[in-house]
């Protein structure tokens, strides 16, 4: 089975800076999807961004970027001018590309966001 | 669009009690999933529906869970004589085919005292 990893149990951003979360993966498969969600508090999750593992392009949506490096089987997430609503729980996920119907998440991040 | 709905969000019982947990997904949406979440934790996969017919079931799913999505719309997810180990928060979510993104409901709260 597909295992996620994010080594960082909680992280710390200053308000305005940038900060990037880690997540590794284990897979035999060479098609697939990443993604990374966001859980703030007492709220449901929802989708920041989402990778093809086929497509060698970063995807990039406003303040949120990714670094794919699909040999390391890497996936960071970089958030940019940190503001105080992107504290939360960041999950990485990862999707097979034909079983679709599982996702297996990391064990999350959580962010706090400091003014 | 109203999003995943799912009641309720909090539930208090007893170890030995049955309790049924519902969601309803996004109206067109065809895929509706059931995660479990406990503390510390990213949401573990239980089980899938594709419109009615339950396609997959994790190995979590002890034969004490049941889920059922009779008519292709809302979903019930059924824990009979539930323990203290049922203590999570039982997630929701649903996608349209073809579609890589999975919405998510606020999830049901168990605590199982």
């Known amino acids: 089975a597909q295992t996620v990893t994010q080594s960082q149990p909680e992280m710390s951003v200053q308000e305005a800076e940038t900060v990037t979360l880690s997540c590794t993966y284990d897979?035999?498969?060479?098609?697939?999807?990443l993604f990374w969600y966001k859980q703030p508090p007492s709220r449901q999750m929802i989708l920041v961004i989402r990778?093809?593992?086929?497509?060698?392009q970063n995807a990039t949506e406003n303040r949120f970027s990714v670094n794919f490096q699909k040999a390391a089987k890497s996936f960071s997430l970089k958030i940019s001018d940190s503001q105080l609503g992107d504290a939360a729980m960041y999950f990485c996920?990862?999707?097979?590309?034909?079983?679709?119907?599982?996702?297996?998440f990391g064990s999350g991040t959580k962010l706090n966001v400091k003014p | 669009d109203t999003g995943v709905s799912q009641d309720p969000r909090h539930k208090i019982t007893k170890r030995g009690q049955n309790v049924t947990f519902r969601c309803d997904p996004i109206?067109?949406?065809?895929?509706l999933y059931w995660y479990r979440q406990t503390l510390g934790q990213g949401p573990e996969f239980l089980t899938y529906?594709?419109?009615?017919?339950?396609?997959?079931k994790s190995r979590l799913l002890s034969d004490r869970f049941s889920a059922e999505r009779p008519k292709g719309s809302f979903s019930t997810l059924e824990i009979q004589r539930t323990e203290q180990g049922d203590s999570a928060m039982y997630l929701c979510?649903?996608?349209?085919?073809?579609?890589?993104?999975?919405?998510f409901g606020p999830g049901t709260r168990l605590t199982v005292t």
């Open positions: 979510a649903s996608s349209q085919a073809g579609n890589h993104e999975q919405y």
């Open positions: 897979t035999s498969e060479s098609d697939y999807y």
């Open positions: 990778q093809e593992a086929y497509k060698q």
């Open positions: 996920a990862y999707r097979s590309f034909y079983n679709f119907n599982k996702f297996y």
């Open positions: 109206s067109e949406h065809n895929r």
């Open positions: 529906f594709q419109n009615e017919a339950q396609l997959e």
